[in-house]
């Protein structure tokens, strides 16, 4: 398995190379937006790898509240915090497209709206975890995740109504897509989840050595605080051993 | 089922009587939102006709912040002595602790609205063109939404460093929609420009759905050790 690692990585770099030249040099360039419409590329495969992290996440998270399983919360902190770091991605390319394109930054639109709202949810998902260093984090983070799922849906219809009663700025949605730019897209989406899948990858393993050490200090502290009286007869240099 | 309803009235009846002698939680809330009434009503001093439209915004956020308040002291007092140790060792069932709590907070939030409307209808000059009937079930489904997922999130954020910060950073982004409904749906009755049906729904299917899932997960918050 660990050897594995470095020739994903590898390959992921390849692919993002040739992902990022045919975004730039081989996609025909959008007819009325100009060159400014090549940041589709980044924008919707971000944003489809974060809702397939956030997605991972909450299945992670239910799998935990029945298993009770290490592994399955090692995931969902995992796919939370790289999912924040796309979702971040696709908040901040998204505007940069809207405003030559729409003419505004922002726009309360449904799925802006709800992508930022998604956002929000998993921040305070990653705050909870943060300020919360004890061995119930997990239930908690879990119990959240499923509350953040049950959100969404709720989110999508509200602004959905709330949008169709008022003047849309935006006319968007809908169209068909050059066969060409789709295939620049699904490459680009294809590179997108393998870096992502190799960040979730090397974060897990960072995760399994951080809970190792835990367990192997409060081990070591547990059985340190046994014997106080020899321990402080020991020189300073022999009691590491 | 009935011991639930039995257990359940017993620790209403405990809390509301704590409440009653100390009015910590009420005063409280009171004063903060007669503060940010104040406050906005002199940041922003709108004609009636404009008031129509920004006080269901208003209104609710002086709410929300109030409700904060007393969410934060639900569970802070069941930690002096070991109270909540106790219950989580005794076999009673802990929904009915939490339903205890959450019925709780809705009439201290409620006490809250009663007083508090009055204040805003004077200064804000309101006058409902809609049909003002329908406030009632937004009040009541609105505060229920507010209370019942900030119980539960109050209860998970005892177990953070800092709680009460915790507890607005974890109740905001899930509330949401609710708010939204709240919101839109009060300035759809003052103005009486849109139905508020579709928001009235919106937050039944919110209450519903919280509701149940507070119902469900409480018992592994409580016993999470």
């Known amino acids: 398995m660990k050897r594995a690692f470095p020739i994903l990585a590898v390959l992921t770099a390849?692919?993002?190379?040739?992902?990022?030249?045919?975004?730039?040099?081989?996609?025909?360039?959008?007819?009325?937006?100009?060159?400014?419409?090549?940041?589709?590329?980044?924008?919707?495969?971000?944003?489809?790898?974060?809702?397939?992290?956030?997605?991972?996440?909450?299945?992670?998270?239910?799998?935990?509240?029945?298993?009770?399983?290490?592994?399955a919360d090692a995931v969902a902190v995992v796919t939370a915090e790289v999912g924040v770091v796309f979702c971040t991605v696709v908040l901040v390319t998204g505007p940069i497209w809207a405003r030559p394109v729409w003419g505004i930054w922002w726009t309360w639109d449904v799925r802006l709206t709800s992508t930022l709202v998604l956002w929000l949810i998993y921040v305070s998902y990653l705050i909870l975890r943060r300020f919360s260093d004890s061995a119930q984090t997990p239930v908690l983070a879990a119990a959240l995740a499923v509350f953040g799922?049950?959100?969404?849906?709720?989110?999508?219809?509200?602004?959905?109504?709330?949008r169709t009663q008022h003047p849309q700025p935006v006319i968007g949605g809908g169209g068909s897509i050059d066969p060409r730019m789709l295939r620049v897209l699904m490459i680009?989406?294809?590179?997108?989840?393998?870096f992502a899948f190799l960040i979730c990858w090397s974060r897990?393993?960072?995760?399994?050595?951080?809970?190792?050490?835990?367990?192997?200090q409060a081990l070591e502290s547990l059985l340190g605080s046994g014997d106080v009286s020899t321990k402080a007869t020991v020189p300073p240099n022999r009691s590491r051993q | 089922m009935n011991s639930l309803w039995s257990i359940t009235l017993a620790t209403l009846t405990k809390d509301i009587r704590l409440?009653?002698?100390?009015?910590?939680?009420?005063?409280?809330?009171?004063?903060?939102?007669?503060?940010?009434?104040?406050i906005f009503s002199f940041s922003f001093d709108p004609l009636a006709e404009e008031s129509r439209h920004i006080v269901g915004g208003l209104i609710w956020v002086a709410f929300l912040f109030?409700?904060?308040?007393?969410?934060?002291?639900?569970?802070?007092?069941?930690?002096?002595?070991?109270?909540?140790?106790?219950y989580r060792v005794s076999p009673a069932p802990p929904n009915a602790l939490f339903l205890a709590k959450a019925l709780g907070n809705f009439i201290f939030v409620s006490v809250l609205e009663a007083l508090m409307t009055p204040l805003f209808v004077v200064f804000y000059n309101l006058r409902v063109l809609g049909p003002s009937w329908q406030l009632?079930?937004?009040?009541?489904?609105?505060?229920?939404?507010?209370?019942?997922?900030?119980?539960?999130f109050a209860a998970m954020s005892?177990?953070?460093?800092?709680?009460?910060?915790?507890?607005?950073?974890?109740?905001?982004?899930?509330?949401?929609?609710?708010?939204?409904?709240?919101?839109s749906g009060t300035t759809a009755i003052l103005t009486g420009e849109t139905s508020a049906r579709f928001w009235i729904v919106l937050l039944l299917t919110y209450d519903v759905v919280f509701t149940t899932a507070c119902l469900a997960l409480f018992g592994l918050v409580l016993h999470a050790e």
């Open chain 1, 149 to 162: 799922a049950l959100d969404v849906p709720l989110v999508y219809f509200s602004i959905w109504f709330f």
């Open chain 2, 19 to 38: 409440e009653w002698r100390s009015k910590d939680a009420l005063n409280s809330m009171l004063f903060f939102s007669l503060l940010v009434v104040v």
């Open chain 2, 136 to 152: 009632l079930p937004i009040v009541i489904l609105g505060t229920w939404a507010l209370v019942v997922n900030g119980t539960f």
């Open chain 1, 188 to 194: 680009n989406w294809l590179a997108f989840s393998c």
């Open chain 1, 204 to 216: 897990y393993r960072l995760e399994r050595l951080r809970r190792e050490v835990e367990e192997a």
């Open chain 2, 66 to 86: 109030a409700a904060v308040v007393a969410l934060n002291q639900t569970w802070a007092r069941e930690l002096r002595n070991q109270v909540l140790d106790a």
């Open chain 2, 158 to 183: 005892l177990r953070t460093r800092s709680r009460e910060i915790m507890l607005p950073l974890l109740l905001f982004p899930i509330s949401i929609p609710a708010v939204l409904g709240m919101v």
């Open chain 1, 14 to 71: 390849i692919l993002l190379s040739y992902a990022l030249y045919e975004a730039l040099m081989v996609a025909p360039t959008e007819r009325t937006m100009g060159d400014v419409q090549r940041i589709f590329y980044y924008h919707v495969p971000s944003a489809w790898t974060a809702f397939l992290l956030f997605f991972t996440n909450l299945v992670a998270s239910v799998v935990y509240l029945i298993r009770r399983n290490p592994v």
